[in-house]
């Protein structure tokens, strides 16, 4: 009863909001506060009915305010991902399936995308690989910014691989976008002129004391070792070999940036700073990774 006396969208979001803050939800998969949560949820249904956009005095629908309230409810009670319980999360603007198969895109990447990673590549990159590609969102993006390029998505997991087909037909992108069920590069062939990855890099400690929202999302696509630190850096050592001469690195690692900088300072790391939030992205040349000492 969540929603009871509501008639407009004001009243709508104003008590959505209330009782998401009352919950103590976690908001980090796709919004950062319960007013956001809310507006999304309940645009998203209304969308989906082909309503008119709301204004704040909107008169709803009693069966569109009968759905939001079941939707809220389920997402306080289960601390359910909103975009789980939607199938819909957004990316660069662009709308992608996701279910609990996948982690909900989130990556600052989108931020470098966005700009055709203007200040990075000199060319349009031809051959793009998005290792760890979970739904897709990263490297579906970047096919979409790139018209021309050609795209691979690995991933160990093929459930993984199933939403980021969704994701391809979605997309309409089957001519140029194909996936590549890998632990890391063993099944990818041939070299790349951009590498993109945003891997698992969350340390045992610190996936304990995660938000009961992120152990809704595969452990496979958040953890990685003791100190997260394994997967990043077995990218690192494999990655010279399937990047063209002039070929770019991109690896995420969110706040476990600081331990792979110190583990690896034979690597002259670029980290990235990003304008709408986010950390961790480095970047690094074929040439830089060539000549490590490892
Ligand atoms: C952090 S999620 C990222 C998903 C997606 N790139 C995104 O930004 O939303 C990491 C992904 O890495 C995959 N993964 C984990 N270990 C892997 C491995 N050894 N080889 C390839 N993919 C792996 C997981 O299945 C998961 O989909």
Redesign the pocket.
Known sequence: MLLIGVVNTQECLEKMTAAFDGANLFFGHGTDNSWDEACWLLETLARRRALPPLQLDTALPVDLLAEVEALATVRIETRKPLAYLLNEAW?CGLPFYVDER??????P?AELINTRFETLLKTAPRRIL?????????GIACAIAFPEAEVVL????PD?LAVARINIEKHKLGDRVQVVE???FASVTGRFDLIV?????VGAEEYEDLPAEYLRE?E???L?GNDGLE?PL?ILEQAATYLSDDGLLLL?TGATWPLLDEARTDLPFLWLEFEYGGEGICALKASELRTQSR
């Open positions: 990316f996948v982690l909900v895109p989130r990556s990447f998005d290792l760890c590609t979970g739904g897709g969102c990263i690995a991933d160990l997991s993984a890998s632990d890391l990855s945003n891997p698992p890099y595969p496979l696509g958040l990685t997967i077995r995420e």
